[in-house]
C-alpha cells in the first residue's frame, strides 16, 4: 500500500492561486496512475485531475485551462497547480494512486473506484 501525504491547502480569495502536493512514499510516473480529487459539504467525491504513467492528463471541465497537475520524478511528488481559485473551489482535496495503473486497466481514471490508495486530504478555502 502507498502512502499519501497531502500539504498545501488553505484560505485564499478568490481569483487567487495554491499549490497542492501529494507526497508518496512510493511513487514512479513511468508506471503509476495518480490523481486529485476533491470532495465538498454535502457532495460526492469527483475528480480534479488525473494523469497516467505515459504523462497523458484529463482535467473536470470545471477546472480546464485553472488546474495543471505535474509529478515531480526525484521527490516522489505529484503537485497540483490552482489558479482563479474560485468559491465552487473549496473542498477538501484529496491525493489518490493507483500503483502500476493496475485499476487503469478496467476503471476510468476520473473514478474513484479507480485508485486503491488514498490519502487524508487537505482543506482548500475559497473566500468571495
Known amino acids: 500500500q502507498v502512502k499519501l501525504v497531502e500539504s498545501g491547502g488553505g484560505s485564499v480569495q478568490a481569483g487567487g492561486s495554491l499549490r497542492l502536493s501529494c507526497v508518496a512514499s512510493?511513487?514512479?510516473?513511468?508506471?503509476?496512475?495518480m490523481a486529485w480529487f476533491r470532495q465538498a459539504p454535502k457532495k460526492e467525491r469527483e475528480a480534479v485531475a488525473s494523469?497516467?504513467?505515459?504523462?497523458?492528463?484529463n482535467y473536470a471541465e470545471s477546472v480546464k485551462g485553472r488546474f495543471t497537475v505535474s509529478p515531480d520524478n526525484a521527490k516522489n511528488t505529484l503537485y497540483l497547480q490552482m489558479n482563479r481559485l474560485n468559491v465552487e473551489d473549496t473542498a477538501i482535496y484529496y491525493c489518490?494512486?493507483?500503483?502500476?495503473?493496475?485499476?487503469?486497466?478496467?476503471?476510468?481514471?476520473?473514478?474513484?473506484?479507480?485508485?486503491?490508495?488514498w490519502g487524508q486530504g487537505t482543506q482548500v478555502t475559497v473566500s468571495s
Open positions: 494523469i497516467d504513467k505515459e504523462g497523458y492528463t
Open positions: 512510493e511513487y514512479n510516473p513511468s508506471t503509476d496512475c
Open positions: 489518490a494512486a493507483d500503483p502500476g495503473c493496475v485499476l487503469a486497466a478496467v476503471v476510468d481514471r476520473m473514478h474513484v473506484m479507480g485508485y486503491s490508495d
